[in-house]
């Protein structure tokens, strides 16, 4: 239990602005505010997850642990702006951290903000090339603004990397669908039932293929 105490401490305070030795919270306050908002998730009860880091956060508001939990946490409970404010203050402590670049561009994705979304998805290829969460979102995003063959290129380079990955290959499948080629939307969804007999997209395609 010592050892996972040290362990939350160090996770909060982690590249924080301010002197370590300035502040008056304890590690046993740090890590039981931590505990009961893992406990709070765990449970769906997302504003009081959020409320019980309240005292960190007061203490920390620069601190990179504190900031890319509370963007997660708003992020589940929907509230993409403020979600938005600490991941990007998360990003602002470690710049080259991709965890909270992640979660930003999952928010801007979930508000439909395919703009943003694109311009991080690119900052995020900058740093890790094959980023799997990254270049799938990109790949998202890139067909919600009908820039198809530059997502083409991406699934493409991806399936090289994950050739019988379900998720990458149901994306393909929805962009051949969306470009109208039929022929190889169709079968890219069958592969994918092979491999996910219950996968939905997959299913909703073939179905839709089949008028």
Known sequence: MKRYHC???????????GSLFAKE???????????????????????????????VYNE??????????????Y???????????HYKQAATALPDALTPK????YVYLQAKKYDEANKIGYQILSIDYYNYYGNLRLAYVLRQID???????????????YPSDVIYLTEFGLLKY??????????????VLILDPENVDARSVLQALEK
Not at 7 to 17: D, E, S, V
Not at 102 to 105: D, E, I, R
């Open 75 to 85: 992020r589940l409970n929907a509230q993409f702006k403020n979600a938005e404010t």
């Open 60 to 73: 920390y508001s620069k601190a990179y642990g504190v900031n890319n939990r509370l963007g997660y946490l």
């Open 147 to 161: 820039q198809l063959e530059l997502a083409e290129k991406i699934l493409i380079k991806m399936l090289t990397r």
């Open 178 to 191: 969306q470009q109208k080629s039929f022929e190889r939307a169709t079968a890219i969804m069958q592969e």
């Open 25 to 55: 919270l304890s590690g046993e306050q740090i890590s039981q505010a931590y505990y009961k908002s893992y406990n709070y998730e765990k449970s769906g009860n997302y504003k009081d997850a959020i409320k019980s880091l309240q005292l």
């Open 102 to 105: 992640l979660g930003l561009m």
């Open 7 to 17: 362990i939350l401490f160090f996770l909060a305070l982690l590249f924080n602005a």
